[in-house]
C-alpha cells in the first residue's frame, strides 16, 4: 500500500477485502488510525528492531498492540540497550515489564552520571564550589542488564528461534562447515606491523594506562593494525608488497567458481579489500 493520497485511498478501498497488506514503516507512521480502520486481525512486523526507540513509527506501532495477534520477525531479538527491549515490549506485550520504574529497578544497571547545563557555563577566572555545582546536572542512565538470564526468563514466552538447520525450517540449503585457515603476514607487512606496534607501545609507557578505560589512541592503533594485516594499502597506499591473505581469497573464490554455479558472499570489516576483488 503506497503512492499518493489518491492512489492510496484506492488502495485502501480494494484492501477491504484482501487477504493481507504489505505497508511500509513510513506509512505506518503517517496514517496508523487509517491503517486500522482495515480491521487487520494479525499485525507482522519485519527487523521489528526499527519500533525499539520512541519515534514516531514505534508510538504509531504501538496503537496495534491490541489486535489479536502481533508478530515481530528480527534477528536480533534480545537488542543491546535495556530500553529498547523495553520499547519493543510495549507492542508485543506491555504487561511483561509492567511501568518502566519497574522494568529499571528489576533488569537494568543504572549509572549516575554528570552532565554540563550549557546555558550556566560561563568564562570565570575562577569557579567556586556553588559555579560547578550549577554548571552541571545529575541523570541515571542504563549501561546494561543487570541479569541477562533473568531477563531471558521474563521474555521465553514471547520468542521463537529458528535458524536453517531447525526442523521446521523447511529450505534447500547446503551443509554448514567452518574452515579455519592460518595465514601468515608477508615479510614486508611483517615490517610495518612492528613498526605501528612499537608506536602503540611507547604511547602506552609514555601516557600510562588509564584504569578505567582504553584510550582512544590505542585502539585507534590496534584498528589500523587490523587494517594492515588485512589490506595494507588502506593505510599505506604506496604499499607494492605482497598480501598473502588477499591472494588467498582470490584462491578460494577462484577454485569455488571453477567447480560450482552458486555465488561467493564475502564479509569484511573494511571496503578496501572488497573494492579490489572487484
Given at each position: 500500500?503506497?503512492?499518493?493520497?489518491?492512489?492510496?485511498?484506492?488502495?485502501?478501498?480494494?484492501?477491504?477485502?484482501?487477504?493481507?497488506?504489505?505497508?511500509?514503516?513510513?506509512?505506518?507512521?503517517?496514517?496508523?488510525?487509517?491503517?486500522?480502520?482495515?480491521?487487520?486481525?494479525?499485525?507482522?512486523?519485519?527487523?521489528?528492531?526499527?519500533?525499539?526507540?520512541?519515534?514516531?513509527?514505534?508510538?504509531?506501532?504501538?496503537?496495534?498492540?491490541?489486535?489479536?495477534?502481533?508478530?515481530?520477525?528480527?534477528?536480533?531479538?534480545?537488542?543491546?540497550?535495556?530500553?529498547?527491549?523495553?520499547?519493543?515490549?510495549?507492542?508485543?506485550?506491555?504487561?511483561?515489564?509492567?511501568?518502566?520504574?519497574?522494568?529499571?529497578?528489576?533488569?537494568?544497571?543504572?549509572?549516575?552520571?554528570?552532565?554540563?547545563?550549557?546555558?550556566?557555563?560561563?568564562?570565570?577566572?575562577?569557579?567556586?564550589?556553588?559555579?560547578?555545582?550549577?554548571?552541571?546536572?545529575?541523570?541515571?542512565?542504563?549501561?546494561?542488564?543487570?541479569?541477562?538470564?533473568?531477563?531471558?526468563?521474563?521474555?521465553?514466552?514471547?520468542?521463537?528461534?529458528?535458524?536453517?538447520?531447525?526442523?521446521?525450517?523447511?529450505?534447500?540449503?547446503?551443509?554448514?562447515?567452518?574452515?579455519?585457515?592460518?595465514?601468515?603476514?608477508?615479510?614486508?607487512?611483517?615490517?610495518?606491523?612492528?613498526?605501528?606496534?612499537?608506536?602503540?607501545?611507547?604511547?602506552?609507557?609514555?601516557?600510562?594506562?588509564?584504569?578505567?578505560?582504553?584510550?582512544?589512541?590505542?585502539?585507534?592503533?590496534?584498528?589500523?593494525?587490523?587494517?594492515?594485516?588485512l589490506y595494507p594499502q588502506s593505510i599505506f597506499p604506496d604499499y607494492?608488497?605482497?598480501?598473502?591473505?588477499?591472494?588467498?581469497?582470490?584462491?578460494?573464490?577462484?577454485?569455488?567458481?571453477?567447480?560450482?554455479?552458486?555465488?561467493?558472499?564475502?564479509?569484511?570489516?573494511?571496503?578496501?579489500?572488497?573494492?579490489?576483488?572487484?
Amino acid at each position: 500500500l503506497t503512492g499518493t493520497p489518491a492512489e492510496r485511498e484506492r488502495l485502501y478501498q480494494e484492501a477491504q477485502d484482501a487477504d493481507f497488506v504489505i505497508i511500509t514503516y513510513g506509512l505506518l507512521r503517517k496514517e496508523p488510525e487509517r491503517l486500522l480502520q482495515l480491521r487487520p486481525g494479525i499485525f507482522i512486523a519485519d527487523e521489528v528492531v526499527r519500533l525499539k526507540g520512541r519515534s514516531q513509527v514505534a508510538k504509531a506501532a504501538q496503537q496495534f498492540r491490541h489486535l489479536p495477534y502481533v508478530w515481530g520477525l528480527s534477528a536480533t531479538p534480545i537488542p543491546n540497550h535495556p530500553s529498547d527491549l523495553y520499547n519493543l515490549f510495549l507492542l508485543l506485550n506491555p504487561r511483561v515489564f509492567g511501568r518502566f520504574a519497574d522494568f529499571k529497578r528489576e533488569h537494568c544497571i543504572v549509572k549516575t552520571i554528570q552532565i554540563p547545563v550549557v546555558e550556566r557555563i560561563r568564562y570565570r577566572r575562577r569557579w567556586t564550589e556553588e559555579d560547578w555545582e550549577q554548571a552541571f546536572r545529575r541523570i541515571e542512565v542504563i549501561v546494561g542488564y543487570k541479569d541477562l538470564q533473568k531477563t531471558r526468563l521474563a521474555v521465553k514466552d514471547y520468542f521463537l528461534h529458528y535458524d536453517y538447520e531447525s526442523p521446521e525450517v523447511n529450505i534447500s540449503l547446503p551443509p554448514k562447515f567452518v574452515v579455519e585457515e592460518r595465514i601468515d603476514m608477508s615479510p614486508e607487512q611483517r615490517k610495518l606491523y612492528r613498526l605501528l606496534r612499537d608506536q602503540i607501545i611507547s604511547e602506552l609507557r609514555e601516557k600510562g594506562m588509564p584504569e578505567d578505560k582504553v584510550p582512544q589512541s590505542v585502539l585507534t592503533a590496534l584498528l589500523r593494525i587490523e587494517q594492515l594485516m588485512l589490506y595494507p594499502q588502506s593505510i599505506f597506499p604506496d604499499y607494492k608488497g605482497d598480501n598473502p591473505k588477499l591472494e588467498a581469497l582470490m584462491g578460494i573464490i577462484e577454485d569455488h567458481l571453477a567447480t560450482s554455479n552458486r555465488a561467493v558472499v564475502v564479509y569484511a570489516h573494511y571496503l578496501d579489500p572488497l573494492r579490489h576483488l572487484y
